[in-house]
């Protein structure tokens, strides 16, 4: 199964480039580490980017969170993706009818399409909110990630709901590149990827706001993540750098582990 193949292997059955090239960087990086940079200023956002995008395959954003967003803030945020060799995500969460998704996607203040290689999704609308995100690229240099369970207390993501949202992405695998989730999922597709939020090595939660914590051992070995999102864990650490590395380290073993045993 996917769980046992090495990302090498996996990198050659990718049905997307962005797949592809986003496995590749894991291998060449010997990374599986996504920072959540979840901060509200431009030059906290750069900074983050350059101080620990040498250990990152994925530099995961919420542009609507920046309060001083520039157009010069992106082409920074490309040229650290570039010369640390990682890919940009913007975790959107476009849920809303194909139409109205595609215009989210390509206009306004933040032209995600333009320069996010990657976003995520909700399917709650169905598969045209996939052919939607599709219409508005050019060529299919871009991709997105299903968020077919969330990790948070009480969220309503129920095994139906997984299991139907899992058909949406088998259908569209030149733009899905796989599945945000909590659990093992049923990737029939090794060219596809598992992303998992939720990740600490001091919190179990983080208190009333809902948010539920694993290890990152357990998330790569028990959970069936291939790429790990670590937020807080990193970015409000005493250290950034050190944590970065530090999750970086852990994560990798575990799949190295994952991959040998
Ligand atoms: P933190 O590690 O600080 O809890 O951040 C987790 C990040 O992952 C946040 O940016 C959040 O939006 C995202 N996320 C999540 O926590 N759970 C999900 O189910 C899906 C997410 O995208």
Same mark, same amino acid.
């Given at each position: 199964?996917?769980?046992?193949?090495?990302?090498s292997?996996?990198?050659?059955?990718?049905t &997307?480039? %962005?797949?592809?090239?986003?496995?590749?960087?894991?291998?060449?990086?010997?990374? &599986?580490?996504?920072?959540?940079?979840?901060?509200?200023?431009? /030059?906290?956002?750069?900074?983050?980017a350059?101080?620990v995008?040498?250990?990152v395959?994925?530099?995961?954003?919420?542009?609507? @969170?920046?309060?001083?967003?520039?157009?010069?803030?992106?082409q920074?945020?490309?040229?650290?993706?570039?010369?640390?060799?990682?890919?940009?995500?913007?975790?959107?969460?476009?849920?809303? @009818?194909?139409?109205?998704?595609s215009?989210?996607?390509?206009?306004?203040?933040?032209?995600?399409?333009?320069?996010?290689d990657?976003?995520?999704?909700?399917p709650?609308?169905?598969?045209? %909110? @996939?052919?939607?995100?599709?219409?508005?690229?050019?060529?299919?240099?871009?991709?997105?990630?299903?968020?077919?369970?969330?990790?948070?207390?009480? &969220?309503?993501?129920?095994?139906?709901? @997984?299991?139907?949202?899992?058909?949406?992405?088998?259908k569209?695998?030149?733009?899905v590149?796989?599945?945000?989730?909590?659990?093992?999922?049923?990737?029939?597709?090794?060219?596809?990827?598992?992303?998992?939020?939720? %990740?600490?090595?001091?919190?179990? &939660?983080?208190?009333?706001?809902g948010q539920?914590?694993?290890?990152?051992?357990?998330?790569?070995?028990?959970?069936?993540?291939?790429?790990?999102?670590?937020?807080r864990?990193?970015?409000?650490?005493?250290?950034?750098?050190?944590?970065a590395?530090?999750y970086?380290t852990?994560?990798w073993?575990?799949?190295?582990?994952?991959?040998? /045993?």
């Amino acid at each position: 199964s996917r769980l046992s193949l090495p990302f090498s292997v996996r990198a050659d059955q990718a049905t &997307n480039p %962005v797949a592809a090239k986003l496995l590749k960087i894991m291998v060449a990086k010997q990374s &599986n580490l996504c920072v959540a940079a979840d901060v509200t200023s431009a /030059s906290k956002l750069i900074a983050l980017a350059e101080t620990v995008g040498p250990y990152v395959c994925l530099f995961k954003t919420h542009i609507d @969170i920046v309060e001083d967003f520039s157009a010069q803030l992106i082409q920074q945020l490309l040229a650290a993706a570039q010369k640390h060799n990682f890919l940009l995500i913007e975790d959107r969460k476009f849920a809303d @009818i194909g139409h109205t998704v595609s215009l989210q996607y390509s206009h306004g203040t933040y032209k995600i399409c333009s320069w996010a290689d990657l976003v995520t999704v909700h399917p709650v609308p169905g598969e045209g %909110v @996939i052919t939607g995100l599709k219409s508005a690229v050019a060529d299919l240099h871009r991709g997105c990630f299903i968020v077919v369970e969330m990790s948070s207390a009480g &969220n309503l993501t129920t095994p139906s709901y @997984i299991s139907s949202s899992m058909e949406i992405c088998k259908k569209h695998p030149d733009f899905v590149v796989g599945v945000v989730c909590q659990t093992p999922s049923t990737l029939n597709n090794p060219g596809l990827l598992q992303l998992t939020p939720g %990740v600490s090595l001091d919190c179990q &939660n983080d208190g009333e706001l809902g948010q539920q914590y694993n290890s990152p051992e357990d998330v790569i070995m028990l959970r069936g993540a291939d790429i790990a999102v670590v937020g807080r864990g990193i970015v409000q650490a005493a250290d950034p750098v050190q944590a970065a590395q530090e999750y970086r380290t852990k994560l990798w073993a575990a799949y190295e582990k994952r991959v040998s /045993s």
